[in-house]
């Protein structure tokens, strides 16, 4: 069974800048396509940004545009969030997710917040 687990949340400024980290344990991560989702206090949860499987096709929200990257190393199994001139608006849970046409994985989570 696939398993993610995020790090790299912590308590930012506003304007700042953090990277989040998800690690992949399981079978050909080359396979999945990955995403990163957040959850703000007292509201759903959003998809902030994808990479593809195969061709890396990025997409991103547009609340994210510009400001947010998302990247993915298949050697290491790793699928990386960039985050700039954050927001206070942007804290929320981050969580990683792992899909490739049949269930969607999630990890647990990790907390970013953005606050002077």
């Known amino acids: 069974q696939v398993q993610l687990v995020e790090s790299g949340g912590g308590l930012v400024q506003p304007g700042g800048s953090l990277r989040l980290s998800c690690a992949f344990s399981?079978?050909?991560?080359?396979?999945?396509?990955m995403r990163w989702y957040r959850q703000g206090p007292g509201k759903e949860r959003e998809l902030v940004a994808t990479?593809?499987?195969?061709?890396?096709?990025?997409n991103y929200a547009d609340s994210v545009k510009g400001r947010f990257t998302i990247s993915r190393d298949n050697a290491k199994n790793m699928v990386y969030l960039q985050m700039n001139s954050l927001k206070p608006e942007d804290t929320a849970v981050y969580y990683c997710?792992?899909?490739?046409?049949?269930?969607?994985?999630w990890g647990q989570g990790t907390q970013v917040t953005v606050s002077s």
């Open positions: 990479i593809s499987s195969i061709e890396n096709i990025l």
């Open positions: 399981g079978f050909t991560f080359s396979n999945y396509a």
């Open positions: 997710s792992a899909s490739r046409g049949g269930p969607r994985y």
